[in-house]
């Protein structure tokens, strides 16, 4: 901590306390919102997807998408209501640059963790599913064991519950 | 609770320790990516592009600053005139994929370049225009083209003279969407997508007609494509949502739209999504139109290409391009040579390919014109009296080559 700048230390500070307020919230059952807006790099899915310790629902999302925000709600609201230990995920494909304009959106604070394309965006879909086009929303569920489900548009009622099944 | 307290802070201590020094946040399972830095903003690179009458290439995108420029080219894009900013006051243009600024030029010297300005609210913004009365010389300040000013969706706009020097704008609208929340069930989902509207303007952009309402239940999210009809007028094409969440294309001529639009793809891709993938659309000699889109049918994800009568009806085989990877077509026709062009990424490069017929569109051939490894535009064609072209914007050039005859 001595060897931090100023501004290094505010940020040390408000990470200690974002962090406290994050297991309180986790102590208290509550969702803790995302607190930063993190690159889509071209490792990322591989890294997402492979093995996770809790169970990943990933929507793939865009600002002028009208159909996202349900998606983004429904699933925050299945998670919620199972109790499954299940990650939401949201990557805002063109949201590189408006961390303080999504952090404030009430859809994507219901994600654990919030990314933006970081890139071609024609590369990072190509790596996720070379038969994704840019349709939006596009949702991977994966699982802690077994192989993603991909879906465009909402996944359907049985594919949620059959994720979420402890 | 103090105890409970005090373990809380030295476990978030040991967070807040772990994502400083790059460990991540969010537990082991993290990418490691997440511990770059937070990506910065950047310029689309979606251009527009036409050629004047005099035969200057002219384009408009926005450089790497996010300003908008444009910039001619008197050798069909083998060098350019430096770029030229144009003052937009504190706008912000959309320009990513099918979102781009336009640009059109009249019959008297006008010159009009649109664009869709995001508005505070997601999923809002208004179309805006600049014009030029000398050529693009000078350009008069933004205007906001629709009288509709609600801050809602009026965005995606396309645009374009017909022969008798009429200037055309259509946009995707929600006003409608707005009125059956409002007196329906409360919801948006109370009316089905959204809606294209459109105007006319006589004297080259300086004043508008009323907002007229081209269709209900547009999709929200894909371009509209514009064509000239044989009678000097203008049709569109774009993609639809029919009943009950079908999103197949629509056609209509301006002006001489039936209560309902015509139907001009039958893939039956229901879908409750944005597919960011709209229509291109080209006049075809032999009367009618040459189309091209992309949907799903019977779950195989195409690009497809067929032919339209004059009122928009699907006329004959439906092809699909022979490129399982194409997307964001385009379509242009020179007398009986027509060109297809699209990109298509193989997971190392991007390649624009088109595909050629000679005889109207009964054969055609593959051809590949230029790879990239940069980040790259959608492709496509303009149109000049002798030529067709096509344009592709990648990260580091602009791509003009050749396509017909």
Known sequence: MSCLSFPERFTYLRR?????????????????????????????????????????????STRDCTHCPGVIDSLA????????????????????GLEADLLKDRHYRQADVLYAFDGAAVSLRYRVNPGWRGLTPYVILVPAQGEPQFFSGAPPTPAVRDFLRP | MVRIFIAAMILASMAALAAHDGLGGHGAGEPKAAAKATPRAKAGL????????????????????G???????????????????????????????????????GPERQVVISYTRPLAKPYTGEIRMLRSDDGGETFSAPYTVHRDRQLITHRFES??????????????????????????????????????????STDGGRTFGPDLKLADHSCECCRIALAPTPEGGMAAMWRHVFAPNIRDHAFAVLG????????????????????????????A?????????????????????????????????????????????????????????????????????????????????????????????????????????????????????????
């Open chain 1, 16 to 60: 200690l306390l974002a962090a406290a307020s994050g297991l309180l919230l986790s102590a208290s059952g509550a969702l803790a919102a995302p607190e930063a807006l993190r690159p889509f790099a071209a490792d990322t899915w591989n890294e997402l997807a492979r093995a996770p310790q809790r169970p990943q629902a990933v929507v793939f």
């Open chain 1, 77 to 96: 609201q299945s998670i919620k209501k199972s109790g499954a230990k299940a990650r939401l995920v949201v990557v805002v494909m063109d949201g590189a």
């Open chain 2, 46 to 65: 979606s251009v527009g592009a036409a050629v004047s009458p005099d035969g200057l290439l002219w384009l408009v995108g926005l450089n790497s600053d």
């Open chain 2, 67 to 105: 300003k908008l420029f444009v910039q001619s080219s008197r050798d069909s894009g083998l060098t350019w005139n430096e770029t030229r900013l144009l003052d937009i006051g504190g706008d912000t243009v959309a320009a990513d994929g099918e979102n781009r600024p336009k640009i059109a030029f």
């Open chain 2, 159 to 200: 645009l374009a003279f017909d022969r008798k020097g009429v200037l055309h704008t259509v946009w995707i609208d929600k006003r409608d969407q707005v009125l059956a929340a409002r007196g329906g069930e409360g919801k948006p989902s109370a009316y089905r997508g959204a809606a294209i509207y459109r105007n006319e």
């Open chain 2, 256 to 283: 001489a739209e039936a209560k309902t639009p015509m139907r001009a793809s039958h893939d039956d891709w229901k879908l409750d999504a944005c597919p960011h993938h709209g229509p291109g659309l080209a006049p």
């Open chain 2, 285 to 405: 000699a032999q009367g009618g139109y040459h189309a091209v889109w992309f949907g799903e049918k019977a779950g195989r994800a195409a690009v497809r290409y067929g032919r339209l009568a004059a009122d928009g009806a699907p006329l004959g085989e439906v092809r699909e391009l022979p490129d399982p990877h194409a997307e964001h077509a385009d379509v242009g026709a020179a007398g009986m040579q027509v060109a297809v062009i699209w990109r298509s990424f193989d997971g190392e490069k991007t390649r624009l390919r088109a595909w050629l017929s000679a005889d109207a569109g009964a054969h055609f051939s593959l051809r590949e014109l230029a790879a990239t490894s940069e980040e790259n535009d959608h492709p496509r064609l303009l149109a000049t009296p002798s030529e067709i072209r096509v344009l592709w914007r990648t990260a580091k050039e602009i791509h003009v080559l050749p396509v017909l005859p």
